[in-house]
């Protein structure tokens, strides 16, 4: 009865319909996952233009307008759109239901009410490029007072972040419910696999900080709207308060994109290494309390805006405190190596990957979190570098990562694993070419979103340029392998093609409509092997 | 949607109701109105601690009156839902049923109070980029801003609440809620609640702070 | 002898710099020696190593003491960079869409910034219109414009020459072309200038002024 | 074990009455002039009427501890950013 598998299944819709009404969560994660795959390539476009413009000092393909909307359509969509919801909504939405030993999550039509949000939530990104003032000149950040005072079409955009960050709450609060009540029986907390340790983390930031960023947008479309003075400094409102608000919220959602990453790491080493992970107890532990310090450290954005000297020093020794839980995680999944039997394949590949550029990008946020080098360095292309190393090198390579690990168990297909190795070799080498520059440049003061710049950077400039040719390069390969695969022919039906533990590899490939016949019971900890007993 | 009632039919035996999950669903959504409503207190904090003699001076021109009258509106209207979700757990079906029209009617007096409240201050010229406004310091316009953005933003919450229990009455009416099935009800008497505390705290913030 | 912030920011940003390449590396040369030493051909059956309590204490206690380390040579430098010296010589800089402007106590304006040599200059930040950011990298020292607030940044100049200010808070459509220059003086060359009233760079000014000035 | 709720409308009738009480107390209090005080009485009124609304007509006290859990931990990181915004504005340079 339970035969057919989540591709195939017809019920009362079919054809298109049939998934745009599903309920199913698998259907759902495969539609976030094409939806996402079209914004992420976009801004991969945008950015690699804004790379093209700054080949050269002064214009090379465009004015300073077009750039200046450029870097914001860049930042809004890569973070609205693709960081903050890409690993919990695809690949939270499609395994963690399974990983539980659940049928679906707690509420399924929430569920696909969330993804509407987020497709008229980009939807509307998109539209408000064609009306109003033109597409948006403010930066991802909204900062007031430029936000109130510029033409262009903000009031919508911010609408649309709005209505984005309905998606991420009710994404969040399914996932909560579901990992306290759906549990199968016998999977206590700590048999719980860190992928959803990582995601419950995840979610309650969603689901308590979000509402932050959705008020202070509710405020500047009002402001603009009426002149309510609340963030206009002309009417008394106060900028450094917009920026204490937007970050109450922005810097959590740093973890929002982290965590479900940091938790698929956990997934992965031990797959490919055939042992159980190194230190449970501490990982899924680390992912609560970043999850926890992150609401501390927010005003390490702001240590040169004019806040008071005390909470200068108050947020930057909180934020060297809270590097300390990553560095936890990054020792245990080296040690997790430690004796281990290890298949170098695709997505162990990618995590690895992950590791060295998510170190560089933690270790020089150090360098950020130190009060006085933070006031030379931030604004600069040093900030720019770092953020892209924590979030691309971060949540991009492990989104490969899950892609390449999952792609066999969502879709019963198989890509060229050769070529998947070289995409993530080329993909490395550009990113530093193209990011690692950038550390020089903002420490010899290269402020960041600058259309121009001064001769004397120039070749560091062409440098990064390059590097962004040969990382797009990279994602091109990735991208085309995986296409193929996604397009072959032949079905695989290797239940457990990577010798996996966790709960997914226990259902058939692709998982069936209601992914269990039989609700398992669950005896042991989620990386327990057979061979070990 | 109708596929899943296409699939609930396939597998009831499975598919069981989870009153607690659904309670705690409610309850994390509360969360986040209570966080959304958080940063507006966070935005009336500061902005008090940076212009307290003007906010005192503009509360003054608050009616404290009304804003008391409200309070009891909805602390009764909080009562009346409690009471029918008692009500329908005892059996009662058409008791609870008049609770809940009293409850929503509490709502609608709340509403109109706050209407007159707001366009007697509009008629006076107290309103963004209004005629008063210009001459006002920063203090008493950002003051003006928080009250119109923070009760509105109440008002909306207070509305939404009694489309929710509108719903309920037919749902009590058609018997979809009943002495064993009444999570629903719970859920929607949760939100009111939450929408009587933050007016709780916004009453004596803007009303009483002279 | 007042503190070189220069130097501070320097020698922190090279501890830290330090101690990241040193972890960097462990991690990485660690992790590469695993994957090579402990690969399926090499190692067939994998040992079942689950934790170490000892271990997860020592990688705990050892960064948070670096990173308390590091804090502290951040602060200590931070602290020197905001106690301005009593005797610094004050000037106001205004920022607008897309330029700076500079005030001195006596009245006079320039759009270029001139300080004598041997004095701390302590600048004294507002904008106009938007945020913006007052930077002077050769100088490690930076601090918001922002309409509504003063803040605040002193430095002290110790060399003769001309350093670039910019702007680092993105304000526009010419953000990045909001450059200007601080040139130090001698002692001497600066009190002429200083006082010697209607310079051409103040009637600059004073013509954009007007233009500019939102309200 | 979930409708453990007393459906007795004899305690919500009385905690309604406490609630109008308080209403009517921290009206009176407001027309004294107690300065800075007022602030802090009002606000510590104010949370003793939510703690009776959500303990009684939300059912907090009876429900499981899970949700304790969960509304002291949104409490906490609300009260966070309060306390470190402040850490800010009480510090900071003033402004012109």
């Known amino acids: ?533 | 949607m109708d596929n899943e009632s296409v699939m609930e039919n396939k597998h009831t035996e499975h598919i069981h109701r989870d009153d607690v999950g659904s309670k705690m669903g409610m309850w994390l959504f509360l969360f986040t109105e209570l966080i959304l409503f958080g940063g507006m207190f966070i935005l009336y904090a500061g902005y008090r601690f940076m212009y307290a003699d003007s906010f005192r001076v503009a509360a003054m021109r608050l009616d404290t009156v009304v804003g008391t009258v409200n309070t009891i509106l909805l602390l009764t209207s909080s009562l009346t839902a409690v009471l029918s979700l008692a009500a329908i757990q005892k059996k009662q079906k058409l008791f609870s049923m008049y609770l809940l029209v009293f409850t929503i009617v509490c709502g609608g007096a709340f509403l109109i109070n706050k209407y007159f409240e707001w366009s007697t201050k509009i008629h006076h010229g107290f309103y963004p980029r209004g005629p008063e406004m210009a001459d006002l310091p920063d203090g008493e316009v950002v003051f003006y801003g928080l009250y119109y953005v923070m009760t509105g933003l109440h008002a909306l919450h207070v509305i939404v609440g009694m489309v929710f229990l509108t719903f309920m009455l037919v749902f009590v009416y058609k018997e979809k809620i009943t002495f064993d099935n009444s999570q629903k009800l719970e859920n929607a008497g949760l939100y009111w609640h939450l929408v009587d505390i933050i007016w709780i705290f916004l009453f004596p913030l803007f009303y009483l702070i002279h | 002898m007042r503190p070189n912030i220069v130097d501070q920011v320097d020698t922190t940003f090279f501890i830290i710099a330090g101690i990241s390449v040193f972890f960097l590396l462990l991690i990485g040369i660690i992790m590469v020696y695993f994957v090579i030493k402990y690969n399926k051909k090499r190692n067939p059956i994998p040992s079942n190593v689950t934790g170490n309590t000892k271990l997860e204490i020592l990688w705990t206690v050892i960064p948070t003491l670096l990173a308390l380390g590091m804090f502290f040579s951040g602060y200590a430098g931070f602290k020197n960079m905001r106690n301005a010296p009593e005797d610094s010589f004050t000037v106001k800089v205004i920022g607008r869409m897309w330029f700076w402007s500079f005030e001195y106590d006596n009245g006079k304006k320039s759009d270029t910034l001139y300080v004598p040599l041997s004095r701390p200059i302590k600048m004294e930040i507002t904008s106009m219109d938007v945020n913006h950011s007052f930077y002077i990298p050769s100088f490690r020292e930076k601090e918001d414009a922002i309409p509504g607030r003063k803040n605040y940044l002193w430095f002290q100049p110790t060399a003769l020459g001309s350093y670039n200010i910019e702007c680092a808070e993105y304000c526009g459509l010419n953000h990045s072309a909001m450059y200007s220059k601080v040139v130090v003086m001698p002692d001497k060359d600066f009190e002429k200038w200083y006082n010697t009233p209607n310079p051409v760079d103040s009637l600059n000014t004073q013509k954009k002024d007007s233009t500019l000035i939102n309200k | 074990m979930e409708k453990t709720h007393s459906i007795n409308y004899g305690t919500y009738v009385l905690v309604w009455l406490g609630l109008v009480a308080l209403t009517t107390l921290t009206v009176a209090i407001a027309g004294l002039n107690l300065y800075s005080l007022t602030i802090i009485v009002a606000m510590a009124i104010a949370t003793t009427k939510s703690l009776l609304v959500a303990n009684y007509f939300m059912h907090v006290k009876s429900d499981s501890r899970v949700f304790k859990v969960f509304i002291v931990v949104c409490i906490v990181i609300f009260l966070t950013m309060i306390i470190l915004t402040f850490f800010d504005l009480i510090f900071r340079y003033p402004a012109k």
Do not use: C
């Open chain 1, 1 to 533: 009865m339970n035969e057919v598998s989540y591709l195939k299944y017809e019920g009362k819709h079919n054809g298109l319909a049939g998934w745009l009404l599903s309920t199913d969560h698998k259907r759902i994660g495969v539609m976030y996952l094409a939806a996402m795959i079209v914004f992420f390539l976009t801004a991969v476009v945008f950015g690699l233009l804004m790379k093209f413009e700054m080949l050269t000092p002064g214009r090379t393909i465009m004015g300073p307008q077009t750039y200046n909307t450029l870097f914001t359509l860049h930042g809004v969509m890569m973070i609205f759109l693709f960081i903050i919801p890409g690993l919990p909504a695809i690949f939270g939405n499609f395994f963690l239901p399974i990983m539980l030993g659940a049928k679906d999550v707690a509420f399924p039509r929430i569920n696909l009410l969330s993804w509407y949000f987020y497709i008229i939530g980009a939807l509307m990104i998109l539209a408000s490029l064609l009306f109003g003032g033109g597409p948006i000149d403010t930066g991802w950040t909204f900062y007031v007072p430029y936000s109130l005072r510029t033409g262009t079409n903000v009031t919508f955009a911010v609408f649309a972040a709005f209505v984005l960050g309905f998606s991420s709450i009710l994404t969040g609060l399914n996932f909560i419910t579901t990992i306290h009540r759906m549990r199968a029986p016998g999977m206590n907390w700590f048999r719980m696999p860190l992928f959803a340790w990582g995601l419950y983390a995840t979610a309650w930031i969603q689901l308590l900080a979000t509402p932050i960023l959705g008020i202070t947008l509710l405020l500047i479309m009002l402001e603009r709207i009426f002149g309510i003075g609340i963030f206009d400094p002309a009417l008394g409102g106060d900028p450094l308060l917009y920026q204490h608000m937007f970050w109450i919220y922005s810097h959590p959602a740093v973890y929002i994109m982290i965590l479900p990453a940091m938790g698929l790491v956990s997934e992965i080493i031990p797959t490919f290494s055939k042992k159980n992970i190194f230190g449970y107890g501490p990982i899924a532990m680390s992912s609560l309390a970043i999850a926890f310090v992150g609401y501390l450290v927010w005003g390490h954005h702001m240590f040169s805006t004019g806040i008071s000297d005390t909470s200068r020093a108050i947020f930057s020794l909180l934020t060297f405190l809270v590097a300390i839980p990553s560095g936890v995680k990054v020792f245990n999944w080296v040690a997790t190596l430690y004796k281990g039997s290890i298949d170098l394949r695709p997505p162990l590949l990618f995590v690895l990957i992950f590791i060295i550029l998510f170190s560089i990008g933690g270790l020089t946020g150090l360098v950020l979190g130190s009060l006085n080098t933070d006031i030379h360095l931030t604004d600069t292309y040093f900030v720019v570098a770092h953020f892209h190393y924590v979030m691309f090198g971060g949540m991009g390579t492990l989104f490969f990562a899950a892609l390449h690990y999952w792609f066999p168990k969502m879709f019963g297909k198989m890509y060229n694993e050769k070529i998947a190795a070289i995409g993530a070799w080329t993909f490395a080498i550009g990113f530093n070419v193209l990011y690692f520059p950038m550390f020089i440049l903002g420490y010899l003061g290269m402020p960041r979103r600058y259309y121009d710049y001064l001769p004397e950077f120039r070749n560091l400039h062409v440098i990064s340029t390059i590097g962004s040719w040969i990382m797009v390069t990279g994602i091109f390969i990735i991208v085309i392998n995986l296409l193929k695969g996604f397009l072959k022919k032949e079905m695989i039906t290797d239940i457990n093609p990577w010798g996996g533990t966790t709960l997914e590899w226990t259902v058939p490939t692709p998982p069936p409509v209601e992914n269990f016949d039989k609700i398992p019971v669950i005896t042991r900890g989620p990386y327990e092997r057979d061979e070990h007993k």
